[in-house]
């Protein structure tokens, strides 16, 4: 991309922008290194879901297929499952145009008019004993989601058999499942989230400061701590579960964290809003609108993407092409995102 900068200036994030046809189907029965799972479920709105966009969901086809995928890491299996995808229009990338964007875009052949598609993958992980969620998708407050309750239930799973909850920062587009209907959705799950941004989303002072895209964060966000009395806020990295531990990547929001699955010699790292669509890894400046503190985000990437190429980490990104399953590497002086090998292995 070029590296011109020029900052955008502050989005207007109506539901308009985010509307689109839900296409799930097309990405199902995918195989991934050494277990796979395709279901066949039929996507639709969450039990209760009352904030999904009526004219969105008017217009979006019922989908055939509930996309899964499986790997096995040592003793875990991990399930990527998506609650579905929102187009972020193309000025929401600062750092570049809205042409420089859609350039990339073209290039890359997932040009769309409305934008870059962001698919919400979320990622159950499962030891034996332990059911753990990362993240639970935006439950239609954005663009065409609200797929997730059925694409745990392609696997066999309600809500309520979810043990714990991690998620990697307070925005929207995490934590809407959590609380859709305005009912705790995962009784019985603990949550874990990163001190910093319980602290933040839910001060009142911060939330009456907020521009108005922000405040469906803080709504959700207050409505977590109220309706979770299991609700952990953790600090810094640490062990969760065993072989389960938390990765402090901070700048997007105050408590962005990853997660980190490790056993036998093999690990993944779930990295959420540290990977977006078209502009990374190839850039590290380009941005996000909702980043709260660009320069930040920048400098983790800047130190995350080089390492991640340097020890050819396996990687999960919430917003990549499903399963979102991939790793950073350096081309010819250039850093680009190497989809998994979507093959069987002996």
Same mark, same amino acid.
């Given at each position: 991309m070029p590296s011109h900068q020029t900052d955008p200036a502050m989005p207007d994030l109506s539901r308009r922008a985010f509307a689109s046809g839900l296409s799930l189907g097309i990405l199902g029965g995918g195989v991934l290194p050494l277990v796979t799972s395709a279901g066949s479920a039929t996507a639709a709105p969450a039990a209760g879901q009352t904030s999904?966009?009526?004219?969105?969901?008017?217009?979006?086809?019922a989908a055939s297929v509930t996309p899964l995928a499986q790997i096995r890491i040592g003793r875990f299996t991990v399930t990527a499952v998506t609650d579905g995808y929102a187009d972020m229009p193309y000025t929401f990338f600062p750092g570049r145009t809205a042409a420089q964007v859609?350039?990339?875009?073209?290039?890359?052949?997932? $040009?769309?008019?409305? =934008?870059?598609?962001?698919?919400?993958? +979320?990622? %159950?992980?499962?030891? /034996?004993? @332990? #059911?753990?969620?990362?993240?639970?998708?935006? $439950?239609?407050?954005? =663009?065409?989601?609200?797929?997730?309750? +059925?694409? %745990?239930?392609?696997? /066999?799973? @309600? #809500?309520?058999q979810i043990d714990a909850v991690i998620v990697t920062h307070m925005h929207e587009d995490h934590l809407g499942g959590l609380v859709v209907g305005g009912q705790n959705n995962y009784p019985n799950?603990?949550?874990?989230?990163?001190?910093?941004?319980?602290?933040?989303?839910?001060?009142?002072?911060?939330?009456?400061?907020?521009?108005?895209?922000?405040?469906?964060?803080?709504?959700?966000?207050?409505?977590?701590?109220?309706?979770?009395?299991?609700?952990?806020a953790i600090d810094g990295e640490r062990e969760v579960a065993p072989g389960i531990s938390i990765v402090d990547l901070t700048g997007h929001t105050p408590g962005h964290i990853g997660v980190r699955i490790a056993d036998a010699g093999q690990s993944l790292i779930m990295v959420s809003d540290m990977l977006f669509p078209v502009v990374h890894p190839?850039?590290?400046?380009?941005?996000?609108?909702?980043?709260?503190?660009?320069?930040?985000?920048?400098?983790?990437?800047?130190?995350?993407?080089?390492?991640?190429?340097?020890?050819?980490?396996?990687?999960?990104?919430?917003?990549?092409?499903?399963?979102?399953l991939g790793r950073i590497v350096a081309d010819r002086g250039q850093m680009r995102w190497q989809v998994t090998d979507w093959a069987w292995q002996s």
């Open positions: 999904a966009p009526a004219a969105a969901a008017a217009a979006a086809p859609e350039q990339a875009a073209v290039a890359q052949f997932v $040009a769309r008019p409305s =934008g870059v598609r962001f698919v919400f993958n +979320q990622y %159950l992980i499962e030891d /034996g004993t @332990r #059911r753990i969620l990362l993240d639970t998708g935006p $439950a239609g407050s954005i =663009g065409q989601t609200g797929a997730l309750p +059925q694409a %745990l239930g392609a696997i /066999g799973l @309600r #809500r309520d799950a603990e949550l874990f989230i990163d001190r910093r941004d319980v602290t933040h989303w839910t001060d009142p002072a911060k939330r009456a400061g907020a521009p108005e895209y922000l405040q469906n964060s803080f709504r959700m966000s207050a409505a977590v701590a109220k309706l979770y009395p299991r609700l952990q190839q850039a590290t400046d380009v941005g996000f609108v909702f980043e709260q503190d660009r320069a930040a985000a920048q400098s983790m990437r800047d130190r995350f993407f080089s390492r991640a190429a340097s020890e050819g980490a396996l990687i999960a990104a919430t917003h990549m092409p499903f399963p979102g």
